[in-house]
């Protein structure tokens, strides 16, 4: 038994003094290779493999905060050591390599010190590789622990070294090495682990990050807290030792308590706005998705994060919905930029990667596209006004028959009544009169698309071959909301990548669509829609807004359910509806455009401004007021001035773009005429015979028969054409004075009645009469004409 001791004691002093011998002439081997040879048969340095390794995508809102993070395998965030804490750095150094900024990639001083733990152990246990060594043997070697493995580990960090600098180097290792919990790189781990960014590390938190190294399964804290805590302070207790911290900073350091929040699980946030907004991202840098979310990327977007929670809360609220299961989107836009601030495509709270409706549908709009297709080319192209009159009755278009909701009609209408009350039948006359083609160039300019097949008058009504957006309809609008100008519309401002070299900036692609006249009285007409018309639910709000709703009726239900919304400063549209109506599934008939749509758009306005006031629309120079006649509008079905003594409640103000306004006044609220051709005569019979032209159609004329002072009201007519009257109820052998006055059948000054100059008076001598000896004819030239009299 001694024997076989003393020979075992003795194999391992032999066995110990090989590797001593081996470890010399490795060191040996090493130091020829590195300064007088090249060896060919070993990999060249190649910093490619440590600068392109995978990187996290970072997004951020519209203020510049980060938002959140993706990434694929490899949570990696690229951080400058300008970043990082000189005290953090002095951690890793302390930990890892003490002589880092003194060796030339391998420290000679260290191998012999580890291999003279690895002769006592009589095996390799101790490692001797500096952070150089540690960095090439992770980005370009394998793991395996062979004397050929590690000198040529040694040869590549000497020729990296070579090439860069120590802070260099040590940049590269703090943003390549991985510290488990899924996290590569310093400012993964610390967001990780501590939830902040590696430029916010205490020297504590620097501390344990560097302690894990060590043995990531082992010192992760969300494995095991304590481990971690107790590796935490020897690093400190190293740090000291080599001067990096004072007595009392080692104390104090060891005495933090270490916070960790790591959540467990993917805590990105996604969602319909950051999935599309990735989704355009990939296009404009001509990527796929897996590049994305590995190279690095900074992604800026115009989120406004707090108003996205808002939407997507009201999405998840069955109460905004007519039925629960019923499907929904939403788009919020900037007026003037084109930034899309929010963005709702389902009701499917958190989903990630799922249909988007907002951008993704085609639906058939209804009569929200009416301002884009109809009104703004007929009012900018066309020369109509807001005054315009139609003609609202079922009407054959050559073989197509638009009808109004619930077939209700309204007769003569001007345009501003017609896009209040969302006539379908005026819509389709004005697209008659100006054209489609004239009414698609316009609609295609605010971002409307359309397939060669959309050629017919259907298009006023929406009634495309695929249909349209919430993303199209809130652009256009955005247009109208920016006083006639088109910003393309986007999530995405701007692309850095890692290093924060600019690789796409949002210019909004800007068109002038329609004047800022035509544009004002445009949004008038749509006020008046959301005021008084069918999107008042959205007008009890009391915020100065413009828009327009839209419904698609299908059997007994409804189809789609539309608004489209704006003021000054934002636009925004939304869609209800089924994903698919082949299992008979419909929208209840009450749930139109101007209901549960208008809820939602009444929380989102509402959110936007409960701490600030609202803008109201201002009116541009060029337009001008104008007072008209509602009796002209109404039954002569023109647009004439208002007079002086029009009464208040029979006039209408409405805006022109100046040069378009009537110029004539209303014959109607004058002082009525007085009468022409006024005569009076003696018939064969010896009657007063009485005839006289009216001069306007309007008036009642009044005869009065004047006897000893006191005037009688004889008759009374109203009407075109000559008058003649045959007064047979005056006493033979009297005499009597005629005349006649124009009275307005409507016009009151002071509660009385506004009459026009009377006739002249004529006056006659009625003979006594006998038995007729003469014919009626001649009978004219009886009796005494007394010259006409003032009244």
């Known amino acids: 038994m001694k024997r076989q001791k003393k020979r075992s004691g003795i194999g391992r002093l ?11 002439a490795a060191a040996f081997v090493l130091f020829f290779a590195v300064t007088l040879l090249d060896l060919d048969a070993w990999d060249k340095f190649d910093a490619k493999k440590i600068l392109d390794v995978d990187q996290t995508l970072v997004v951020y809102d519209a203020q510049g905060n980060e938002y959140t993070r993706l990434h694929g395998l490899e949570d990696r965030v690229w951080v400058p050591l300008g970043d990082v804490p000189d005290i953090v750095v002095k951690a890793f150094v302390s930990a890892e390599d003490m002589r880092f900024y003194e060796h030339f990639g391998v420290d000679i001083i260290r191998i012999f010190g580890a291999a003279w733990q690895d002769i006592k152990a009589g095996s390799f ?49 703090l943003n390549y090495i991985y510290f488990g919990g899924g996290y590569y790189g310093i400012e993964a781990a610390s967001l990780g682990y501590f939830g902040v960014h590696a430029s916010e590390l205490s020297t504590a938190e620097g501390a344990m990050l560097a302690g894990v190294l060590k043995s990531t399964a082992r010192y992760a804290p969300h494995l095991n807290y304590d481990a971690s805590v107790e590796r935490r302070n020897h690093v400190l207790g190293l740090m000291y030792e080599q001067g990096y911290l004072s007595e009392e900073e080692r104390v104090s350091a060891q005495a933090e308590k270490a916070v960790i929040v790591r959540s467990v699980g993917d805590t990105a946030k996604r969602g319909y706005y950051v999935d599309q907004a990735l989704s355009d991202a990939a296009k404009l840098l001509n990527v796929d998705f897996d590049m994305l979310l590995t190279g690095g990327y900074r992604v800026y977007t115009a989120l406004d994060p707090e108003l996205q929670s808002y939407c997507e809360a009201m999405f998840t609220d069955d109460a905004m919905f007519p039925t629960a299961d019923c499907e929904g989107a939403l788009v919020v836009q900037q007026a003037n930029t084109g930034r899309v601030i929010a963005l709702v495509g389902g009701r499917e709270s958190g989903a990630s990667m799922a249909f988007n409706r907002a951008v993704s549908i085609r639906r058939q709009p209804g009569s929200v596209i009416k301002p884009v297709i109809v009104y703004a080319p007929a009012l900018e192209e066309h020369g109509f006004t807001a005054a315009s009159m139609l003609l609202d009755e079922p009407t054959d278009f050559n073989g197509y028959t638009p009808s109004n909701f619930g077939d209700k009609y309204y007769g003569w209408v001007t345009l501003r009544e017609a896009v209040k009350r969302s006539l379908n039948v005026p819509a389709v006359k004005v697209l008659y009169e100006i054209g489609v083609q004239s009414g698609k160039r316009v609609a295609e300019a605010c971002g409307i698309r359309f397939v060669e097949e959309d050629t017919s008058l259907t298009l006023a009504l929406g009634g495309f071959t695929y249909g349209v957006s919430p993303w199209q309809i809130a652009g256009a609008y955005a247009c109208f909301a920016s006083g006639g100008v088109f910003n393309s519309p986007t999530l995405v401002t701007k692309i850095t990548d890692a290093k924060g070299k600019v690789l796409y900036e949002y210019r909004p692609e800007q068109k002038r669509i329609l004047s800022e006249q035509n544009n004002f009285i445009l949004t008038s007409m749509l006020q008046s829609a959301i005021s008084e018309g069918t999107g008042r639910r959205l007008g009890e709000l009391n915020i100065p807004l413009a828009g327009k709703t839209g419904t698609v009726g299908e059997g007994g239900g409804n189809r789609d359910a539309w608004m489209a919304a704006y003021n000054p400063e934002y636009a925004a549209a939304v869609w209800m509806g089924y994903d698919s109506s082949e299992d008979g599934k419909a929208l209840p008939s009450a749930a139109t455009g101007g209901t549960y749509p208008a809820l939602l758009l009444r929380g989102l306005f509402s959110k936007l401004y409960e701490n600030s ?99 009688v009201l004889v008759n009374k007519w109203k009407g075109k054409g000559s008058v003649s009257y045959v007064d047979r109820g005056v006493a033979a052998g009297t005499s009597c004075l005629y005349y006649v006055v124009p ?49």
């Open 14 to 24: 032999f066995k110990g003094l090989f590797l001593a011998f081996f470890l010399a």
């Open 125 to 173: 246990v101790q490692g001797a590789s500096t952070i150089s060594q540690q960095l090439i043997k992770l980005s370009h070697l394998t793991s395996e622990k062979t004397i050929s493995r590690k000198l040529e580990e040694a040869v590549l960090a000497y020729q990296m070294e070579q090439s860069y600098t120590k802070d260099q180097i040590m940049e590269m290792y």
């Open 613 to 711: 006031d609202a803008p109201d629309f201002t009116m541009p120079p060029g337009i001008v007021e104008c007072k008209l006649d509602l009796h002209a509008l109404g039954e002569a079905h023109e647009v004439l001035l208002a007079t002086a003594l029009t009464p208040q409640k029979s006039t209408v103000t409405e805006i022109f773009v100046e040069g378009t306004e009537p110029t004539k006044q209303s014959d109607y609220w004058v002082v009525p005429y007085p009468v022409a051709n006024f005569n009076v005569t003696l018939n064969a019979d010896g009657y007063p015979s009485i005839s006289f032209t009216p001069r306007q159609a309007f008036v009642e004329y009044r005869l009065y028969r004047e006897e000893g002072g006191t005037s």
């Open 743 to 791: 009275v307005h059948p409507e016009l009151r000054v002071n509660s009385q009645e506004v009459t026009g100059p009377a006739s002249s008076k004529i006056g006659v001598i009625i003979p006594k009469r006998s038995a007729p000896t003469s014919s009626p004819e001649d009978g004219d030239d009886q009796g005494l004409t007394i010259d006409a009299l003032p009244p």
